[in-house]
């Protein structure tokens, strides 16, 4: 897929505010600090686009951008932020939550692993629960230049083996560095293929 524009549109505090549900719609989730803004503006072709490494935990909105006038992405605020209270934590599981089993034109959700670290337990513990509401979803690993390729790997396969555990078929993967531009296109190509069908 060709990006001819990406715009920010707006940030809602819940799914009810967020734009008619008038186009398809791909989600970006993960940790903070995943590399979340980083990707998203690799997609983009536009380096300001999503903000990145501002104030973790701070951002607890739904964003939208529309792309190529065609297709609605979502930045979502991530999770796993140490500093955030009880409350906090609470209204941003109920918003998630909302968002995702509430959102129609919800096509696949994209969950953002860190390809350095070895499987963590509120990464697989986020993915039980799509899975428990049967969201779409498919796993990006971010940062892959950071790491050998025989590193990446492994801790990628580490990954997907913890979730053999509890998952009979796996969801599809890619492998990203948004520095490199790695698995880009590959994101893309799926995202015009569910736009296609
Ligand atoms: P977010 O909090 O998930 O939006 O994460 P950011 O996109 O702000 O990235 C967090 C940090 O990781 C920043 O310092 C980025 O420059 C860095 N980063 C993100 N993606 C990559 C990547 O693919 N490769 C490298 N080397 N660094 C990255």
């Given at each position: 897929m060709?990006i001819?524009?990406?715009?920010?549109?707006?940030?809602?505090?819940?799914?009810?505010?967020?734009?008619?549900?008038?186009?398809?719609?791909?989600?970006?989730?993960?940790?903070?600090?995943?590399?979340?803004?980083s990707l998203i503006n690799s997609l983009a072709n536009?380096?300001?686009?999503?903000?990145?490494?501002?104030?973790?935990?701070?951002?607890?909105?739904?964003?939208?951008?529309?792309?190529?006038?065609?297709?609605?992405?979502?930045?979502?605020?991530?999770?796993?932020?140490?500093?955030?209270?009880?409350?906090?934590?609470?209204?941003?599981?109920?918003?998630?939550?909302?968002?995702?089993?509430?959102?129609?034109?919800?096509?696949?959700?994209?969950?953002?692993?860190?390809?350095?670290?070895?499987?963590?337990?509120?990464?697989?513990?986020?993915?039980?629960?799509?899975?428990?509401?049967?969201?779409?979803?498919?796993?990006v690993?971010?940062?892959?230049?950071?790491?050998?390729?025989?590193?990446?790997?492994?801790?990628?396969?580490?990954?997907?083996?913890?979730?053999?555990?509890?998952?009979?078929?796996?969801?599809?993967?890619f492998?990203t560095s948004a520095v490199k531009k790695t698995g880009r296109d590959q994101i893309l190509a799926?995202i015009?293929?569910?736009?296609?069908?």
């Open positions: 060709i001819k524009t990406a715009e920010y549109l707006i940030s809602s505090p819940s799914y009810k505010d967020c734009p008619k549900p008038d186009m398809p719609e791909y989600a970006f989730i993960g940790r903070s600090n995943v590399g979340k803004s536009n380096e300001k686009l999503a903000k990145t490494s501002g104030t973790p935990g701070k951002t607890q909105l739904i964003n939208h951008f529309i792309v190529n006038k065609d297709w609605y992405l979502v930045d979502l605020p991530g999770y796993g932020f140490a500093k955030v209270s009880q409350s906090q934590r609470k209204s941003w599981e109920k918003m998630i939550e909302d968002y995702l089993r509430k959102r129609e034109n919800l096509v696949n959700v994209f969950v953002l692993i860190d390809s350095r670290l070895t499987p963590q337990k509120i990464d697989l513990e986020f993915i039980n629960q799509l899975g428990e509401w049967e969201i779409p979803f498919t796993i690993f971010t940062k892959s230049d950071k790491n050998t390729q025989l590193e990446t790997s492994r801790n990628v396969k580490a990954f997907l083996n913890k979730m053999r555990e509890t998952w009979q078929f796996l969801p599809q993967h492998v799926l015009a293929e569910l736009n296609a069908s």
